[in-house]
């Protein structure tokens, strides 16, 4: 299978002698929200992107006024700075995997697609930012058909079980096997690989099953965590990709390699669950029963240096 080549039709970006040399890691970008508390958004994402192996940069769409039991406020800069800080990272930093978070409206949507077609990069992953896990919306509803049209752009995109429905326009999934049909259609019609996350689903394994545009499906199983140390997963989940499949490709590994996202997942997937359990530590929120505290990132890193 050949993953979507007219996404990546040039990868000749202008480098200085300096930038053609090979990086030790790979240069990751996340361009996604804010979370003032730590937990989700772009600060979730430099730390996952740091935890898998990788320089992380990072732009900032949304500004969220959020912490660990509610989003608040959601203010959103002129998409001109958008496109000013796009320009600033890529002409300076070869930027070898790209993570999208949430866009918000449809002119940032536009926006991110027209850099995009000028300014391919190796791999990109776009966690649909569309409705939080609390079912606060996070996209405009005016959007929902830019981000369905914008799917076709990316390499990888890791929805939760009501944003796979929103983009499939079907009733939410109720099962790994009704959410893995849904992802079968929308794999196919993007030439994209989705991502099943089962989170939001009822059994004990809350593993990910990805989901290729031929149809296959391979399945990574995690144990349910009991906890309410769960802000940011989603954001976590999809940075720890990006950087793993970069880090893959630059070992000459293959995108249209099956193989070559299912390990980036099992990875991601595993250190995501230890995370989570590991979360509590952190003492972070004082939300209660109300509250979803997040995740620990630094869990493996911690274990190394006890």
């Known amino acids: 299978m050949t993953l979507v080549s007219s996404k990546q039709h040039d990868l000749q970006h202008a480098q200085s002698p300096m930038?053609?040399?090979?990086?030790i890691i790979p240069r990751v970008l996340s361009i996604a929200g804010t979370d003032p508390t730590g937990g989700a958004g772009i600060q979730a994402d430099l730390k996952s992107i740091m935890a898998a192996g990788g320089y992380g940069m990072c732009i900032p769409t949304n500004l969220v006024a959020q912490n660990t039991c509610e989003v608040r406020e959601v203010f959103t800069p002129p998409v001109s700075f958008f496109r000013t800080q796009l320009s600033c990272v890529y002409d300076d930093v070869t930027v070898d995997a790209l993570k999208i978070g949430m866009l918000g409206c449809t002119e940032y949507i536009e926006a991110m697609r027209d850099?995009?077609?000028?300014?391919?990069?190796?791999?990109?992953v776009l966690d649909p930012v569309m409705i939080s896990t609390s079912g606060k919306r996070l996209l405009e509803a005016s959007a929902e058909n830019?981000?369905?049209?914008?799917?076709?752009?990316?390499?990888?995109?890791?929805?939760?079980?009501?944003?796979?429905?929103?983009?499939?326009?079907?009733?939410?999934?109720?099962?790994?096997?009704?959410?893995?049909?849904?992802?079968?259609?929308?794999?196919a019609k993007n030439s994209v690989v989705v991502?099943?996350?089962?989170?939001?689903?009822?059994s004990e394994d809350v593993?990910?099953?990805?989901?290729?545009p031929d149809g296959d499906a391979r399945h990574v199983p995690s144990e349910r965590v009991e906890t309410s140390t769960t802000h940011g997963t989603g954001c976590s989940l999809s940075s720890a990709l990006a950087t793993?499949?970069?880090?893959?490709?630059r070992e000459e590994k293959n995108l249209s390699d099956h193989d070559t996202v299912l390990c980036a997942l099992?990875?991601?997937?595993?250190?995501?669950?230890?995370?989570?359990?590991?979360?509590?530590?952190?003492?972070v929120g004082r939300g209660g029963e109300r509250g979803h505290g997040p995740v620990n990132h630094s869990v493996r890193i911690l274990q190394q240096t006890a």
Do not use: Y
């Open 266 to 283: 099992e990875w991601s997937t595993a250190w995501l669950r230890e995370a989570i359990a590991a979360g509590s530590e952190l003492h």
């Open 19 to 23: 930038q053609q040399s090979d990086p």
């Open 115 to 124: 850099w995009m077609c000028d300014n391919p990069v190796p791999v990109t």
């Open 207 to 212: 593993g990910n099953t990805a989901v290729f």
């Open 146 to 187: 830019a981000m369905r049209n914008f799917i076709s752009c990316v390499d990888v995109v890791t929805p939760n079980v009501p944003e796979l429905a929103a983009l499939c326009e079907s009733r939410v999934a109720e099962n790994f096997e009704e959410a893995c049909n849904q992802a079968r259609k929308l794999a």
């Open 195 to 202: 991502i099943v996350k089962g989170g939001h689903l009822t």
């Open 244 to 249: 793993k499949i970069g880090l893959a490709l």
